[in-house]
C-alpha cells in the first residue's frame, strides 16, 4: 500500500506481513518497527531521557517492549500498526529508511522478494549518505567513492564509482553486507572494507 504522510512525504508500506518472522535478529527487526511505528514525538523524547541519552539503550529497551512471547504475535502486532503515521522527531525520510531496510531485513530472512518504490529507496540512499555514522549514517564511509544506480538516475559523491542497484546501495551503505555482491565499479572493492557497522541489534 502507498500513502502520503500529512507532510507530504512519499511512504510506502507492505500489505499486512503473512509469514512469521525468523527467530532470533529477525524477530527483533519485527519488534522494532512495531515500536517504532508507535513512538511519538514526545514519546521518544521521554524515553531519551529514560536511556540517559543513550540510542542504542532506547531501541534496545523498544524491543523488549514490543516483542511478543512467539514471532506469531508479535507479526500480529506488526499488522496493527501497518496503517500508523506517528513518528519520532527526525526527518521523515529517516521513516523510509527503517521502512525499507529493515523491511528488506526482515524479506531476505524469510525468502520474500518484491520490488520497493524507487523514490522511497532513493530518498532513504540520499539521507544515509548525507547522515554521519553517529546517527547511524554512512557520510564517512562513502566519502571516497561515487555511488552510482544502474536503475535510477541517481549518482551521488566523488570518487571511485560503485555501481549498482539503488536498493543495493542503500542497504551496503546500511551495513549489509549481503547486498555487496550486487554491487560493480572500480570502488566496490573499497565498499567492502570501511562499510557502516551491521545492524547493532536493530539501531538501524
Do not use: W, Y
Request: charged share 25%; aromatic share 2%.
Amino acid at each position: 500500500m502507498t500513502r502520503r504522510s500529512p507532510g507530504g512525504a512519499f511512504i510506502h508500506r507492505d500489505p499486512a506481513p503473512t509469514r512469521v518472522p525468523a527467530p532470533g535478529v529477525t524477530h527483533d527487526v519485527a519488534a522494532h518497527l512495531v515500536d517504532t511505528a508507535l513512538t511519538t514525538r514526545t514519546g521518544f523524547v521521554a524515553g531519551l531521557v529514560r536511556a540517559r541519552f543513550d540510542f542504542d539503550l532506547q531501541n534496545a529497551r523498544g524491543v523488549e517492549l514490543r516483542r511478543g512471547a512467539s514471532p506469531a504475535e508479535t507479526l500480529e502486532r506488526l499488522r496493527r500498526v501497518v496503517s500508523r503515521t506517528t513518528t519520532p522527531p527526525a526527518s521523515l525520510d529517516t521513516r523510509l529508511v527503517e521502512e525499507v531496510v529493515h523491511g528488506e531485513d526482515i524479506r531476505r530472512a524469510v525468502g520474500l522478494v518484491r520490488s520497493c518504490p524507487q523514490e522511497a529507496v532513493v530518498r532513504a540512499l540520499r539521507l544515509q549518505v548525507r547522515t554521519p555514522a553517529s546517527f547511524g549514517g554512512a557520510k564517512e564511509a562513502v566519502a571516497s567513492v561515487r555511488l552510482t544506480a544502474t536503475d535510477a538516475d541517481l549518482s551521488i559523491g566523488e570518487g571511485a564509482e560503485v555501481a549498482g542497484p539503488a536498493l543495493s546501495l542503500l542497504l551496503a551503505v546500511s551495513g549489509r553486507r549481503v547486498a555487496l555482491d550486487d554491487l560493480d565499479g572500480p570502488g566496490s572493492g573499497r565498499s567492502r572494507g570501511p562499510l557502516p557497522e551491521g545492524p547493532r541489534g536493530v539501531s538501524r
